[in-house]
């Protein structure tokens, strides 16, 4: 066999097809020596290059196509040393396709030197950490040239196996050498980065600073403003417009962070670029994962999509000698040609994966927008059950995470193809997205295992069933890897233990996960967890999941009093600050968690003085919101209709201060003026009679204050509750009549609008109208004022709508009973009798009809039935 025979104990050989190749191959021209000490230019004749090339493609020809030989080689490597399966962390179908098109472009580019080493470069540079040694090398290359002895037979002349040799041996010594002396270099990158933005977090709080002095000093200006003339506030005012601009010029420093240093020198460069601000967005996290090749590849794919979005064909090196410019300002004393070397070796690389793929962005979304226009339902129904019967073969144990309907499942699928090509369309949100779904999926616990098969399953069922063309397998193939490196690489970093505990629903494993986290962090363990711009709540998603033993465990973590010799760690601010609605979440979601909540929300002393203890209740969060506003705790606890909850002594604090701080003012200056208007009504409809007048002037007043006064006020109660329905779009389906949800949901509505109606038929009604042109009459009452005359209409109508208004008052006025707590309890428990008493008086009724009947039935001779 070819190579060193020390790694034939670890791999089966073919003894024939090695045999082949060994003497395919003299003696005196083998090289099976890598050199891992230099990366030098790889200098082959034209002949050897001719032969070389014709070869590979030889071997190519012996499978069906580009993509089965690509499987094959990797299989090939695969079954010559399984432990290299790390080696390989992408879906087979993706890691097969690259490893085929990085040999194949290498040994195309033969001809061309340059070409080669540049593509090698970017080899080595994607595999920095992997763990490359000269005996995996050795394996993976004897396993190829054993394939290709395996399928061309006597076909592989000695000069076409010496040449694939050769290329295969520079390039695995040219990775080793790279992942050896690029280490240095990705040190030196950390180091500099680190030190040319020093002052980023210097500058933000200074912001903060600056943030909060500003808006003490609106403060001070707002309260000269109420003691200062008009001539001395104008005085004031200039002279502190003076002072902001003198503020202004003298913060205009030089820039202190990398990307102020950039935007200027680029500016004063003439260079500035709307893609520029692209990269220097994801900058940080390029610089940052250097040594991180496959997040380095994510990150430079990303990045190619959106600034396809911005620029067609930029100029990549621009941004180099803008970039060198701004590090050269911001390390003046510690920058050195080791620096100038490593930066310089860190955007050529990013530009040449940047360049490798920015000028491809519009045709593979042109060609998958064609292609995906061209489906029809049917062939998408059988796309997504050929997928799922390709995935459940790969991986039969992922069924269990596939328990979802049939027209659930295929909405998974379609919404698969149809991100595929978002992706081009919308890189952003799509982004965005996926890194929400990522942390889904952290929820869900998914293996990471099983993304790989599901991408294979994706592209090997539109390869076979649709026959496409490969130019748009290709960039399926590319837009779904992308998909899946995102969502894995968002699994990985969401998946903490905390999660994991959760997941399992068990208070041990989550209490020795907590036990971990330093005081002042447990907070953020159990409420955040973030990847990129999207973050998840482990609690929220405790509480939604129905794993509420963790949940429980976690309330009582964060609501637990900690110290150490600095400061107290409460966790009740964190946990408002991130759910402001936590309250209506367990309300709605998990009812049992209110009291382990409301519990942690009371401290109690352990210490009693005369029998009693102090007790602080921490309601701040229920009283008022982050904006000053009252929030919805009080209204969703009450429509629980709980009454385990309404005694808790957290809610029985809350609703006294409520009550007496905001609510009991507000109530009696309410109901001081409806009991007012009845007072008005009473006078004027039942107390005074005309008799004289004396007192018919007085019906008059109280009628016209009514008429004039109390009811505009309702009706314009009534109007704007309608119009705030519709601008909210609260409104519900009575019949055909669309009316508001609070007319549903408050009784007292509808009552207010029916006393509204009543008091505009009195007003209709009104006798003392109809007599004011006949006050003079002769009958009984006659005067001015009247309401008497024969000329009144519909007297019993206007009497029939004052009994109505009158008990509507009466029924409105039952609030009051709420200044009294036995009154209020007896209104409560009458309220629900009352549907009770309806009931038995039915019953009472249909006894009394069934006893009347069946003696008006019956025969008998008693002489008082007869007559």
């Known amino acids: 066999s070819l190579g060193h025979r020390a790694n034939s104990s670890v791999f089966p050989v073919a003894p024939l097809a090695m045999m082949q190749v060994d003497m395919a191959i003299p003696d005196e021209e083998r090289e099976d020596v890598l050199n891992t000490t230099s990366f030098e230019l790889l200098e082959m004749t034209q002949e050897q290059t001719e032969v070389t090339q014709e070869g590979w493609q030889m071997f190519l020809d012996c499978y069906e196509s580009m993509d089965a030989a690509g499987e094959a080689l990797h299989d090939a490597i695969i079954d010559a040393a399984p432990t290299l399966t790390t080696l390989f962390t992408m879906p087979r179908a993706v890691s097969a396709m690259r490893f085929r098109e990085g040999l194949h472009q290498i040994i195309n580019s033969l001809a061309e030197p340059d070409d080669v080493k540049n593509l090698v470069d970017i080899l080595g540079f994607k595999h920095l950490n992997l763990e490359l040694t000269v005996a995996r090398v050795e394996v993976i290359r004897d396993a190829i040239l054993e394939l290709m002895g395996n399928e061309m037979g006597p076909s592989l002349t000695p000069q076409m196996a010496m040449g694939v040799l050769e290329v295969l041996n520079y390039v695995g010594g040219a990775l080793i050498y790279i992942r050896s002396h690029y280490a240095e270099r990705v040190k030196i990158l950390n180091q500099s980065w680190e030190e040319a933005n020093c002052e980023r977090e210097k500058k933000k709080e200074k912001q903060k600073d600056a943030q909060e002095r500003a808006k003490a000093e609106a403060e001070e200006l707002k309260k000269l403003k109420e003691s200062l003339s008009q001539d001395a506030l104008a005085e004031e005012e200039a002279h502190e417009a003076r002072m902001l601009k003198h503020r202004q010029q003298k913060e205009q420093d030089v820039p202190r962070t990398f990307f102020d240093m950039f935007c200027f020198n680029a500016a004063v460069m003439d260079l500035l670029q709307p893609w520029m601000y692209e990269v220097l967005d994801c900058f940080d996290i390029i610089v940052l994962n250097a040594g991180n ?98 995935f459940f073969e790969l991986v039969p144990a992922g069924q269990e995470y596939f328990k979802q309907s049939a027209s659930r499942l295929a909405m998974i699928a379609n919404r698969v193809l149809e991100m595929s090509l978002d992706l081009f369309k919308y890189p952003y949100r799509i982004v965005d997205e996926i890194s929400a779904l990522g942390l889904r999926h952290v929820g869900y616990n998914v293996p990471i295992e099983y993304f790989g098969p599901f991408v294979s399953a994706c592209i090997e069922t539109l390869q076979g069933k649709l026959a496409v063309a490969e130019g748009i397998a290709e960039s399926f193939a590319w ?91 409460y966790g009740l601010d964190d946990l408002f600050e991130r759910h402001p609605d936590f309250v209506e979440i367990l309300a709605t979601k998990a009812t049992s968690l209110l009291k382990p909540l409301f519990d942690g929300m009371i401290w109690r002393s352990h ?41 808790h002594p957290l809610i029985m604090r809350l609703s006294d201060v409520i009550w007496t701080g905001v609510v009991r003012s507000r109530f009696l200056r309410n109901n001081a003026w409806l009991l007012f208007t009845l007072l008005l009504f009473l006078i004027s409809h039942g107390m005074l009679h005309g008799e004289d007048s004396a007192s018919r002037s007085t019906i008059f007043v109280c009628r016209m204050l009514i008429y004039v006064f109390a009811m505009p006020v309702l009706i314009h109660g009534r109007v704007r509750h309608i119009r705030q329905a519709i601008r909210d779009r609260e409104l519900v389906q009575l019949g055909c009549i669309p009316v508001p949800q609070r007319y549903v949901d408050n009784w007292r509505e509808p009552a207010a609008v029916l006393l509204v109606l009543a008091l505009l038929i009195s007003l209709c009604l009104e006798p003392i109208f109809y007599c004011a042109n006949h006050s003079s009459g002769s009958f009984d009452g006659a005067g001015l004022f009247t309401d008497l005359c024969p000329e009144a209409k519909d007297r019993e109508v206007y009497n029939l709508m004052s009994m109505v208004v009158i008990a509507v008052y009466m029924v409105l006025l039952m609030d009051l009973a709420t200044l009294s707590r036995h009154m209020a309890a007896y209104v409560l428990v009458a309220l629900n009798v009352l549907p009770e008493l309806f009931l038995l008086l039915i019953s009472i009724g249909f006894l009394i009809l069934m006893f009347a009947t069946c003696i008006a039935v019956s025969s008998n001779d008693v002489a008082s039935f007869q007559t």
């Open 479 to 569: 837009s779904v890897g992308i998909i899946s490196r995102m969502l894995v690489r968002t699994i990985k970093e969401g998946s903490t233990i905390v999660m994991k505990a959760i997941n399992q629903n068990d208070k041990e494993l989550l209490r020795s996960a907590l036990s971990c986290a330093p005081r002042g962090a447990r907070a953020e363990w159990v409420l955040t967890i973030s990847v990129g711009t999207q973050s998840i709540s482990p609690l929220l998603w405790a509480v939604e999941s129905g794993t509420w033993k963790a949940a429980e465990l976690i309330i009582e973590d964060l609501l637990t009093i900690r110290a150490d010799r600095e400061q107290y760690y």
């Open 293 to 390: 090749t496959f997040r380095l590849q994510e990150e430079c794919d990303i990045l190619t999509l959106k600034m396809a979005k911005v620029h067609k064909n930029p100029n990549l090196s621009d941004f180099k000698a803008v970039m060198l410019a701004s590090l050269r300002s911001l390390i003046p004393k510690g920058w050195s040609a080791q620096h100038e070397a490593a930066w310089t070796w860190l955007w050529e690389h990013v530009e040449s994966l940047l360049q490798a793929q920015i000028g491809r962005i519009s045709q593979r979304e042109r060609l998958l927008a064609n292609f995906f226009a061209s489906l029809d339902d049917e062939s998408r129904i059988s796309v997504t059950w050929a997928l799922y019967a390709k």
């Open 607 to 647: 210490l009693a003085h005369d029998g009693l203890r102090r007790g602080n209740y921490y309601i701040k969060h229920l009283v008022a919101d982050s904006k000053g506003n009252f929030p919805d705790a009080m209204e969703n606890l009450v429509s629980l209709q709980n009454p385990q909850i309404a005694l």
